[in-house]
């Protein structure tokens, strides 16, 4: 099949972040302590979450300056380092009032965005996209999954208080998707079929569409092409409104089963419930 093409999503940072302000600047005092679909993090938690994003990234890629570092370089350590990282920053930030986490994110938030356009999309990131598979990968692919990063967690805050609406169109979901979805060849990549062999990833929705998974003679490749990918063996149809809480492991596992329909070779769909695009 033909390759994907890169996926730029470096313009929509400024829309992400804007829709973001707009939703805190409109949160009571209540709803900034409420809870979220992540573990543990009350809606003021996700939002100190997405500032360390914006801090950390330009104190590490437009500054130098790492900081602490894992001990080890293995995936489970970087995700326990990580975690660890995640947890302190929560802590710390418990003395930061709502006012001064959104004005933080104010100013924070241009200066990331013009750091990332500033980037060459096709040289090299400094971190790869670890959950794809990849040792290295391009700017583009880092700041994609970035996108993601930033896309779920406030999607995370507006499930909490009730208006996810904003964010499901397709100009700002479709683009998490078709960047989480390009985890798939790397996550079949244990999964035994024979060559040839396609399974249809369908998500439903304004925002989805189709991906081909097919196996070749060394491994698993991703297109968007119908007619290049050959005849399908397996559908996996994923309802779009809840798709990305399959990517972002907050869809247990009985949700997950009624709003994901199988079809065809059903061992070559059931991988799908464990596809996860985040680190930790």
């Known amino acids: 099949m033909p390759a994907l093409p890169p996926l730029h999503t470096v313009h929509l940072f400024p829309v992400l972040d804007q829709h973001l302000l707009t939703l805190l600047a409109e949160l009571t005092p209540a709803q900034w302590e409420l809870p979220t679909l992540a573990p543990r993090w009350r809606v003021r938690d996700v939002a100190l979450h997405l500032l360390d994003g914006n801090l950390r990234s330009l104190s590490m890629l437009r ?3 790492f900081g602490v570092q894992p001990t080890g370089g293995s995936y489970p350590e970087i995700v326990t380092f990580l975690n660890q990282l995640n947890a302190d920053w929560i802590t710390a930030g418990q003395r930061l009032s709502p006012q001064i986490i959104r004005w933080l994110l104010e100013v924070s938030g241009p200066a990331y965005n013009r750091y990332l356009a500033g980037l060459d999309p096709e040289a090299p990131a400094t971190f790869a996209v670890a959950w794809a598979g990849e040792s290295e990968s391009a700017n583009w692919f880092h700041i994609a999954r970035d996108y993601t990063e930033k896309w779920h967690h406030q999607q995370q805050i507006r ?6 609406a904003a964010l499901l169109t397709r100009e700002l979901y479709h683009p998490f998707l078709a960047t989480c979805l390009r985890a798939l060849p790397y ?3 244990e999964v035994a ?5 396609v399974i249809a990833v369908v998500v ?12 070749t003679a ?13 005849p399908v063996a397996a559908t ?8 990305w809480r399959l990517f972002t492991k907050s869809l247990p596992r009985p ?3 009624a709003s994901i329909q199988l079809s065809g070779e059903r061992h070559l769909g059931e991988p799908i419930f464990g596809l996860i695009t985040v680190m930790g």
């Not at 499930?159 to 996810?164: E, L």
């Open 63 to 65: 500054d130098g300056y």
């Open 236 to 243: 996996i149809t994923i309802e779009g409104d809840v798709a």
């Open 187 to 189: 996550h079949y990549r």
């Open 255 to 257: 949700l997950a089963e």
């Open 218 to 230: 060394s491994g698993w490749e991703l297109g968007e092409a119908p007619e290049a990918a050959g």
């Open 193 to 197: 079929a024979e060559t040839g062999q």
């Open 159 to 164: 499930q909490a208080v009730g208006q996810p």
């Open 204 to 215: 439903t929705g304004a925002a989805g569409g189709t991906w081909y998974l097919r196996r």
